[in-house]
């Protein structure tokens, strides 16, 4: 019997990928196994020795896993999954369509009820640790504006909207903080700010073969919802390009908190992520959580749970006199 | 009777100041009573409708509060304080001697196990909002390394060691962030930084009538602990200028974490403070903890704990459906 928390990963994606390399770097945890929808055949892990299984058939591995760890998206595979799996298993997840949480806490937190089981859900870092600094930032300082920035990042929604663009063979699409606006916040200025004044885009675009490039930029930058309320740029390159220097998968940003403590004198406490790979910070946040899942259901509190509801000292291998002594 | 989190405060100096101006950014708290060593009819305080009792005599209040919020030093008041209050009070202190937390937290525990009390340790900044930044940090990227840069801030400790030297009539010293290693940092360099290369030193002297400035300069940079290992600045003024430009108390700094998801890719996450008074920005910490220690009794966890122990929605007045909603 090992005393390691038992891990699965239900989805073997970037985030399933970026899962199984930060259980590694955990000594205390142990991915048992991995559930695909596709044919488990052809899946290929990190690490050849740990098993693939159907997706379809998970009840079965019931008393081998501590905790699931979801690595399905957000928007076709969590909203079902999320409740499905809570009923079997402490889950982890990254749910991160803000507007639905609260319709997806109330579905995971029944099922999870009736299983008996944990299920933290919206982990990652937006939400999750930004989530956090939210939070932390308003109750600090009560008094004052909370801003959060995006980027430089690519987002895959953005990505996703410029290649269904006719006339576009291939495309990637980086939010950027406006550095004036950043530089406001952090004065302490509280500026009232436009969508347009917070984050511009930027679009790297391969042409089809025959293709405007004028009729394609201004299919983009007019495009409702995704492009139309922010200043756009577009740059053409070709398909080598974007092959060999947008292939990564970076992200960031900040949420800065600027308020006046009791007698009006300014305080600004930012919090910052600079990251090479977005879905392998998600994949280390979720591996940190999945040890306080487990030891959140040893302590009987069962039903769904967000990060706000998790103590920092569960995230932790170190046991609390250890945190105190070396990190407090 | 009051539905609102009734809170004493314990010491009404800079910091006990500062938490009554921060309670009254928080509707869903009252400042009930103010105890102090001192002739309680010699303190004023900002609201005049707010009693001032002996704090030799405090035990009487037991019934009338709900957390007391501990506001003397670390040095000379709490080691004694700590354990004594919670014995009586659920409360809230900002012990701030790292070294000595180990010691501290088990007299304190053991005091609020016998009174049935919640006792917050250690609740601040730093100690505090900097030890829960190194905590995520390091669970969310454990291989990677973790800094602490401070300033530009004021440092009463080194001030008070400046006006001890023979010849200062009065001065204070800034400690400073070197922004090369700072930037390092942030480059995720990773780099092993000396003392020396992390922080300098500035000190701004009034001398006192005769007294020769090489000397008295040469006493403080070879001071040593306090400024033989640093670079340090020493910049002569006068009397004027010290009471107009250097009376007010600012801090802040940084915590970094740098580090290497799965497959080596590098990840940076900072946490910065940028705070106009010191002081004050603990007080609004401890009004914020002063909350969450009311709802920890409430749930029955007696003893002392640290920010680590306290999940993040326990410090919102919003229910957790409202944090949900609005913050994840």
């Known amino acids: 019997?090992?005393?390691?928390?038992?891990?699965?990963?239900?989805?073997?994606?970037?985030?399933?990928?970026?899962?199984?390399?930060?259980?590694?770097?955990?000594?205390?945890m142990e991915l048992v196994s991995v559930f695909t929808r596709r044919d488990p055949a052809s899946v290929t892990l990190h690490n050849p020795c740990v098993p693939v299984y159907a997706l379809n058939a998970i009840e079965q591995h019931r008393d081998s896993i501590d905790v699931l760890i979801l690595c399905g998206g957000s928007k076709n595979d969590l909203p079902e999954q999320g409740p499905a799996l809570a009923r079997w298993f402490n889950t982890v997840d990254s749910f991160d369509t803000h507007a639905r949480i609260p319709q997806y806490h109330a579905a995971v937190d029944e099922a999870a009820q009736a299983g008996g089981n944990t299920a933290l859900i919206a982990v990652g870092w937006d939400p999750g640790l930004f989530s956090i600094n939210r939070?932390?930032?308003?109750?600090?300082?009560?008094?004052?504006?909370?801003?959060?920035?995006?980027?430089?990042?690519?987002?895959?929604?953005?990505s996703d909207a410029i290649r269904r663009v006719a006339g576009v063979a291939g495309g990637v699409q980086y939010t950027l903080p406006i550095e004036a606006a950043v530089q406001r916040v952090r004065d302490g200025e509280q500026p009232v700010l436009s969508t347009r004044e917070k984050h511009k885009r930027q679009c790297f675009v391969v042409l089809a073969d025959g293709a405007d490039a004028d009729t394609v930029r201004q299919s983009i930058v007019t495009m409702p919802d995704y492009f139309a309320d922010y200043d756009t740029e577009v740059h053409f390159i070709d398909a080598d390009t974007l092959a060999r220097e947008h292939s990564a998968m970076p992200h960031?940003?900040?949420?800065?908190?600027?308020?006046?403590?009791?007698?009006?004198?300014?305080?600004?406490?930012?919090y910052s992520l600079n990251l090479g790979s977005n879905p392998e910070f998600t994949s280390s946040v979720l591996v940190a959580y999945a040890r306080a899942a487990s030891r959140l259901n040893q302590q009987g509190q069962i039903g769904a749970r967000t990060v706000f509801d998790v103590a920092p000292g569960l995230l932790s291998p170190k046991s609390p006199a250890e945190l105190r002594k070396e990190l407090l």
């Open 1 to 28: 019997m090992s005393s390691k928390i038992r891990v699965g990963i239900a989805g073997y994606g970037n985030l399933g990928r970026g899962v199984e390399l930060a259980l590694a770097q955990n000594q205390d």
């Open 135 to 158: 939070l932390y930032g308003e109750c600090v300082l009560p008094v004052g504006e909370t801003y959060t920035f995006w980027g430089k990042g690519l987002s895959q929604g953005h």
């Open 252 to 270: 960031g940003g900040f949420v800065i908190r600027s308020g006046q403590s009791g007698s009006g004198t300014q305080q600004v406490v930012e």
